[in-house]
């Protein structure tokens, strides 16, 4: 059974800091999918890591995933107040082709 | 871009009511997916449709069933509502192929009372 775990659940953090969330699953998969959902909201894809080795960036944000180690990272640089929102990842389950949820990581970005 | 419309934003039920929740997805999708979402917990599959009048269980189908009688439209129904079924309902769907990445609704807060 896939299971993913995302640490750390929460994370309060200062304005221009770098911080790294992490996302390890169980068992084999070789896609990753990383969202972003802001308070009330609804989900909002972020990044699509669909082999190992690879690597994502958008403004302050960079993904990244090692399906040997089966770790995917959410790298932030610099942070800023807008970036405030919980993250999660999925990781892809072949057999069933579903998608198996993190808790999610609650980020706090204080000015 | 894709839009997945969910019918309610917020809804308030009383325990043993019947609740219909709609959701309509206009880039011709395959995939349509019920979620539930509970703080801590992440998502959790409900039911999902991989065509038009199919359906599968998800990892939580007690207690709901769901109708997909046109390939645009899924509907989540909770028969009987109980106060345990208080959640954020995410409706999402995807492509057959490709990513395989999820487009979601902008979510129903249930209140069972």
């Known amino acids: 059974e896939l299971k993913v775990e995302q640490n750390p659940l929460f994370l309060s953090m200062q304005e221009g800091k770098n911080y790294t969330i992490y996302c390890n699953y169980s068992t084999t998969s070789d896609r990753l999918y990383w969202y972003r959902q802001d308070p009330g909201k609804s989900l909002e894809s972020l990044f699509v890591l669909l082999s190992n080795g690879a690597v994502k960036q958008e403004g302050r944000l960079m993904a990244s995933l090692d399906t040997k180690a089966r770790l995917s990272t959410l790298h932030i640089t610099a942070a800023v107040h807008d970036l405030s929102a919980t993250y999660f990842c999925a990781a892809y389950m072949d057999s069933n082709y579903q998608l198996i949820w993190g808790a999610g990581t609650k980020l706090i970005i204080k000015p | 871009d894709v839009k997945v419309t969910q019918s309610s934003r917020y809804l308030v039920k009383r325990t043993g009511e019947k609740v219909f929740l709609e959701c309509v997805q206009d880039?011709?999708?395959?995939?349509m997916f019920w979620y539930r979402q509970d703080p801590g917990l992440g998502l959790r599959l409900i039911y999902f449709s991989y065509d038009v009048k199919m359906k599968e269980k998800g990892d939580i189908p007690e207690g709901y069933s769901v109708s997909r009688e046109k390939k645009e439209r899924f509907s989540l129904i909770l028969e009987s509502a109980s106060t345990n079924q208080t959640s954020m309902y995410l409706c999402?769907?995807?492509?057959?192929?490709?990513?395989?990445?999820?487009?979601f609704g902008s979510g129903t807060q249930l209140s069972v009372l």
């Open positions: 880039m011709d999708h395959e995939n």
């Open positions: 999402a769907s995807r492509t057959g192929t490709g990513s395989q990445k999820l487009f």
